[in-house]
C-alpha cells in the first residue's frame, strides 16, 4: 500500500555501493518440491559463470551443481541471476555449499516430514523492517524449518534502482542461505515493468508459471499452494489473460490434491497469496475496495479465488497486505462459523492476515467494530509462527515485536482423520452474484468508456 509514500522517503536515501564484481551475493535458498533438492538462486554485477559444490557433514563426496546465469537490466543496472539446483540430497542431513568464495550450510528434512514449523509473515522492509532481527535469530536458532513472505517484500524490490532489493536481500542472507525462502508476488512487487524484480530475484518450484508467479508443493501432510492475487490487482494493466492462466492451473491442481487417494496421505490444503478475501481495516476500507474484491468474488467473466477454494475443501489461507493480524473464524462466501469448538472440524477455510512484520505504513487501524466472522485482531508489529504438528494437528502462534516477542494470539486448527467440509453446490462462481458496482477507474470497461468519451469530444 501508499506506494507514494514510499518513493517519496527513497528519494532522501543516499543510494547504496553496489557489491564487488563477480562476488556472489544476496545467496538464498527455496524448495523444488523434490525434498531431495534444493535450489539455490544468487547475485553478481559482471558476468561470471559459477557453479555450487556442496558436501554432505561427515561425507568426503563433494558434488557439482551447474550454475546458469541470465543477465537482466533495471533502470540502467546490469545485474546476473544465478540459478542451481543441488540435487541427490539425502533426508533430514546437514550440507556445505560453496558458490566462488563464499560458503554456507544448510539442512535438509526428513523424508514425509509429518511435523515442521513455517514462519509466515507479509509486508515487511528494508526499511522499519521491525521483525527483521527477531526472525533471522529465530531461524538461525532453529526455531523453524522454512519461511513464506506473503509479498510485499523490501519496499520495494526495485526502489532505488533494485538497490533496496539489494540490500533487503543481503540483510536476510544469513538465514535465507540457509533455509528455503518461499515467496509470492504482492502489489508492491510491480515494479512498472511487468514484475521484473520480482521475476529475476526468485525462483520458486516450477510446476506453476514463469518459475515463481504462482506454484505448489507438497510438504508431509499438507500441499501448500502459493497464488498470485496481483493477476487481479493489475489486471487492467496487463490484461485478464493472467488471471484465466492462474485459474486454470489452480483449478487442475486442487482438483488433484483433493482427490481422494492424496487427501488420505496428505489432509490438508494451505493457499497462501497477498490480498486477503476479508479484513476490517479502515484504510480506504481495503477488503471493499475494487481491485481486492474481485480476488474473492471475480469480476466480469474472471472467476474469483473463494468459491475454487470451498469447491477442493481447502483448509487454510494465510494472506499480507493489510499491515496487521487478523484471525478469521472459518467462513465461505461470508458464512460465518463462531461457536467455541468452531476450529475443530472447522466447517469453512481458516483465514489469517499476518501483514504486521514491519514497514513504512505500521500500524493499519482497525475499524471499531470487526466485522462478526473476525476472531481476533492485533496491531503490534511481528509474524506467525505455523507448526504442522501432525496430519491432524496444526499450530500458530503470532509473535509480537511490541511485546518482547510474546505470543498475542496462539490456537490450534484440528481435523479428524478423514474429516473434510463440503460446499461444492452452494457457493458462486465468477461474478455471478456481484453486487451492483460503481465504474471504478481502474476497471477496463470502465477506462473504455472513459477513452470513447474522449474520443468522441
Ligand atoms: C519499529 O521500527 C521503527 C523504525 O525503525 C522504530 O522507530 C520503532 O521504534 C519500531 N517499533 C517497535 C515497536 O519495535
Ligand atoms: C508480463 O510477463 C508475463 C510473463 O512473466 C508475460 O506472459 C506477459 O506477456 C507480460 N506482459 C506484458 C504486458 O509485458
Ligand atoms: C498430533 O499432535 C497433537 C498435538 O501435539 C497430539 O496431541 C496428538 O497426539 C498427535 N497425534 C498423533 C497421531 O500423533
Ligand atoms: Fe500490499
Given at each position: 500500500m501508499l506506494i507514494i509514500s514510499c518513493l517519496f522517503l527513497l528519494n532522501f536515501l543516499a543510494p547504496t555501493i553496489l557489491g564487488l564484481g563477480n562476488v556472489p551475493d544476496q545467496v538464498h535458498l527455496a524448495f523444488t518440491g523434490d525434498l531431495t533438492e534444493m535450489a539455490v538462486v544468487w547475485n553478481t554485477y559482471e558476468d561470471?559463470?559459477?557453479?555450487?559444490?556442496?558436501?554432505?557433514?561427515?561425507?568426503?563426496?563433494?558434488?557439482?551443481?551447474?550454475?546458469?546465469?541470465?543477465?537482466?537490466?533495471?533502470?540502467?543496472?546490469i545485474r546476473y541471476k544465478h540459478k542451481a539446483v543441488m540435487v541427490g540430497l539425502d533426508y533430514d542431513a546437514k550440507y556445505d555449499y560453496s558458490i566462488a568464495s563464499r560458503s554456507f550450510t544448510f539442512k535438509t528434512l526428513p523424508k514425509d516430514p509429518s511435523s515442521y514449523r513455517v514462519c509466515v509473515f507479509g509486508d515487511l522492509g528494508y526499511w522499519h523492517g521491525n521483525s527483521t532481527e527477531s526472525i533471522i535469530r529465530h531461524g538461525l536458532a532453529g526455531n523453524f524449518d522454512f519461511i513464506v513472505h506473503l509479498g510485499d517484500?523490501?519496499?520495494?524490490?526495485?526502489?532505488?534502482?533494485?538497490?533496496?532489493?539489494?540490500?533487503?536481500m543481503n540483510q536476510f542472507e544469513p538465514l535465507i542461505s540457509t533455509m528455503p525462502y518461499m515467496v509470492i508476488a504482492g502489489n508492491h512487487e510491480d515494479d512498472y515493468?511487468?514484475?521484473?524484480?520480482?521475476?529475476?530475484?526468485?525462483?520458486?518450484?516450477?510446476?506453476?508459471?514463469?518459475?515463481?508467479q504462482?506454484?505448489?508443493?507438497?510438504?508431509?501432510?499438507?500441499?501448500?499452494?502459493?497464488?498470485?492475487?496481483?493477476?487481479?490487482?493489475?489486471?487492467?494493466?496487463?490484461?485478464?489473460?493472467?488471471?484465466?492462466?492462474?485459474?486454470?492451473?489452480?483449478?487442475?491442481d486442487l482438483t488433484e490434491a483433493n482427490k481422494p487417494a492424496n487427501r488420505a496421505v496428505r489432509p490438508w490444503i494451505f493457499t497462501f497469496q497477498h490480498r486477503p478475501f476479508y479484513c476490517s481495516n479502515v484504510n480506504s476500507a481495503e477488503c471493499q475496495s475494487f481491485e481486492n474484491k474481485i480476488v474473492r468474488t471475480g469480476w466480469l467473466n474472471m472467476p474469483g479465488l473463494e468459491a475454487l477454494y470451498l469447491q477442493n475443501s481447502v483448509d487454510m489461507g494465510f494472506w499480507g497486505h493489510e499491515h496487521s493480524y487478523e484471525r478469521f473464524y472459518p467462513i465461505a462466501d461470508r458464512t460465518y462459523y463462531n461457536d467455541p469448538s468452531a476450529?475443530?472440524?472447522?466447517?469453512?477455510?481458516?483465514?489469517?492476515?499476518?501483514?504486521s512484520a514491519g514497514c513504512h505504513t505500521p500500524d493499519a487501524e482497525f475499524t471499531k467494530t470487526p466485522w462478526p466472522w473476525s476472531a481476533v485482531r492485533n496491531n503490534d508489529y511481528g509474524y506467525s509462527i505455523l507448526t504442522v504438528a501432525n496430519s491432524t494437528h496444526i499450530h500458530l502462534e503470532q509473535i509480537s515485536i511490541d511485546k518482547n516477542e510474546q505470543n498475542v494470539d496462539?490456537?490450534?486448527?484440528?481435523?479428524?482423520?478423514?474429516?473434510?467440509?463440503?460446499?461444492?453446490?452452494?457457493?458462486?462462481?465468477?461474478?455471478?452474484?456481484f453486487p451492483p458496482q460503481k465504474c471504478h477507474i481502474r476497471d477496463l470497461p470502465c477506462m473504455r468508456t472513459l477513452q470513447q468519451i474522449n474520443e468522441e469530444l
Amino acid at each position: 500500500m501508499l506506494i507514494i509514500s514510499c518513493l517519496f522517503l527513497l528519494n532522501f536515501l543516499a543510494p547504496t555501493i553496489l557489491g564487488l564484481g563477480n562476488v556472489p551475493d544476496q545467496v538464498h535458498l527455496a524448495f523444488t518440491g523434490d525434498l531431495t533438492e534444493m535450489a539455490v538462486v544468487w547475485n553478481t554485477y559482471e558476468d561470471a559463470s559459477q557453479d555450487v559444490s556442496y558436501t554432505k557433514q561427515g561425507s568426503s563426496d563433494q558434488k557439482q551443481a551447474k550454475g546458469s546465469s541470465e543477465q537482466w537490466v533495471y533502470n540502467g543496472i546490469i545485474r546476473y541471476k544465478h540459478k542451481a539446483v543441488m540435487v541427490g540430497l539425502d533426508y533430514d542431513a546437514k550440507y556445505d555449499y560453496s558458490i566462488a568464495s563464499r560458503s554456507f550450510t544448510f539442512k535438509t528434512l526428513p523424508k514425509d516430514p509429518s511435523s515442521y514449523r513455517v514462519c509466515v509473515f507479509g509486508d515487511l522492509g528494508y526499511w522499519h523492517g521491525n521483525s527483521t532481527e527477531s526472525i533471522i535469530r529465530h531461524g538461525l536458532a532453529g526455531n523453524f524449518d522454512f519461511i513464506v513472505h506473503l509479498g510485499d517484500i523490501a519496499y520495494d524490490l526495485h526502489s532505488q534502482n533494485g538497490q533496496v532489493g539489494d540490500d533487503y536481500m543481503n540483510q536476510f542472507e544469513p538465514l535465507i542461505s540457509t533455509m528455503p525462502y518461499m515467496v509470492i508476488a504482492g502489489n508492491h512487487e510491480d515494479d512498472y515493468q511487468n514484475f521484473t524484480n520480482y521475476q529475476k530475484r526468485f525462483v520458486m518450484p516450477n510446476n506453476g508459471y514463469g518459475d515463481n508467479q504462482f506454484y505448489s508443493f507438497n510438504l508431509g501432510p499438507v500441499h501448500w499452494v502459493g497464488v498470485s492475487t496481483e493477476n487481479y490487482g493489475y489486471y487492467y494493466q496487463y490484461g485478464m489473460e493472467p488471471v484465466f492462466t492462474q485459474y486454470n492451473w489452480l483449478k487442475a491442481d486442487l482438483t488433484e490434491a483433493n482427490k481422494p487417494a492424496n487427501r488420505a496421505v496428505r489432509p490438508w490444503i494451505f493457499t497462501f497469496q497477498h490480498r486477503p478475501f476479508y479484513c476490517s481495516n479502515v484504510n480506504s476500507a481495503e477488503c471493499q475496495s475494487f481491485e481486492n474484491k474481485i480476488v474473492r468474488t471475480g469480476w466480469l467473466n474472471m472467476p474469483g479465488l473463494e468459491a475454487l477454494y470451498l469447491q477442493n475443501s481447502v483448509d487454510m489461507g494465510f494472506w499480507g497486505h493489510e499491515h496487521s493480524y487478523e484471525r478469521f473464524y472459518p467462513i465461505a462466501d461470508r458464512t460465518y462459523y463462531n461457536d467455541p469448538s468452531a476450529y475443530i472440524n472447522p466447517k469453512a477455510p481458516v483465514y489469517l492476515i499476518s501483514g504486521s512484520a514491519g514497514c513504512h505504513t505500521p500500524d493499519a487501524e482497525f475499524t471499531k467494530t470487526p466485522w462478526p466472522w473476525s476472531a481476533v485482531r492485533n496491531n503490534d508489529y511481528g509474524y506467525s509462527i505455523l507448526t504442522v504438528a501432525n496430519s491432524t494437528h496444526i499450530h500458530l502462534e503470532q509473535i509480537s515485536i511490541d511485546k518482547n516477542e510474546q505470543n498475542v494470539d496462539d490456537f490450534w486448527v484440528i481435523k479428524n482423520a478423514g474429516f473434510q467440509y463440503q460446499h461444492s453446490e452452494s457457493v458462486r462462481i465468477g461474478a455471478k452474484k456481484f453486487p451492483p458496482q460503481k465504474c471504478h477507474i481502474r476497471d477496463l470497461p470502465c477506462m473504455r468508456t472513459l477513452q470513447q468519451i474522449n474520443e468522441e469530444l
